[in-house]
């Protein structure tokens, strides 16, 4: 796969979108309880557990066996973190434990979810279920699944008549740069545990295809899993022009 500058200006475009962040710099962390949502990212993982590490907000593990499991054990493999578990939440736990000396009382596991819709209505349930009352919640997901992650919260939170205010932490904004002619992705603060380039320009263009509120996303106009999205102008033009290469087009899945 060959990416030119003008495509790495136009993913860049849309993964900036992606990777809301409701948090600057190195502000500090306030919220009822943080939700982090499984995933194989890891230096949006170590980055969270080590910023949480200093607080004390409850964190919420939500995550069973899906589509990151496999690539999540093989991250942590890597970096020799070695865990038993099998859900993504309990290896989330176990790193959270182990790494970050996170107290085992701070933690709450919802392991069965199996998707974004169900990470957000499981975690609803357990905290209701728990008599929690969350009214802000920081939400931490692979920065490309960021926003339709906080989108599906936030539905699933009206759906019920509930209310909170969701603060969108993705921890970093990942970027595609050209050095000595090879594409390297910066803004995390490691290298290790990021996707591979197939798979990032793959969940990059098909987010902005879930995100779009027609009969092919997942809005009131489509599978009605969240609400109405706006897509920026520049961002949808962005992603036309990469679907009109069939080469990046058959990445999305």
Same mark, same amino acid.
């Given at each position: ?13 849309? +993964? ?6 409701d948090i600057s710099g190195e ?58 578990? +099998? ?25 069965? +979810? ?8 499981? +975690? ?130």
């Amino acid at each position: 796969m060959i990416l030119n500058p003008q495509n790495l200006d136009y993913l860049n475009t849309i +993964s900036h979108w992606l990777a809301v962040n409701d948090i600057s710099g190195e502000q500090d962390l306030h919220g009822d309880v943080a939700i982090l949502a499984g995933h194989a990212v890891l230096p949006g993982i170590l980055g969270a557990f080590s910023r949480l590490a200093a607080t004390t907000i409850p964190v919420l593990l939500s995550g069973g066996v899906g589509h990151s499991t496999g690539l999540l054990k093989t991250a942590l493999n890597e970096m020799q973190i070695t865990s038993a578990a +099998s859900s993504e939440a309990q290896l989330l736990a176990d790193v959270a434990v182990e790494r970050f000396g996170i107290h085992p009382e701070r933690l709450i596991v919802e392991d069965q +979810s199996r998707n974004c819709g169900e990470n957000a209505a499981f +975690s609803r349930r357990i905290l209701q279920a728990r008599e929690i009352e969350a009214r802000r919640i920081i939400i931490i997901q692979d920065p490309l699944m960021q926003r339709r992650t906080v989108e599906t919260f936030e539905h699933e939170w009206q759906r019920q008549g509930r209310q909170a205010d969701f603060i969108s932490w993705p921890v970093f904004i990942p970027q595609l740069t050209l050095q000595d002619g090879q594409i390297v992705m910066s803004g995390a603060a490691s290298q290790q545990g990021l996707w591979t380039l197939e798979r990032y320009v793959s969940m990059a263009l098909g987010e902005v295809r879930r995100l779009r509120d027609d009969h092919n996303g997942y809005g009131p106009l489509g599978l009605g899993f969240i609400g109405h999205v706006d897509v920026p102008h520049a961002v949808e033009q962005a992603w036309q022009r990469l679907m009109a290469d069939p080469e990046l087009a058959a990445l999305v899945r």
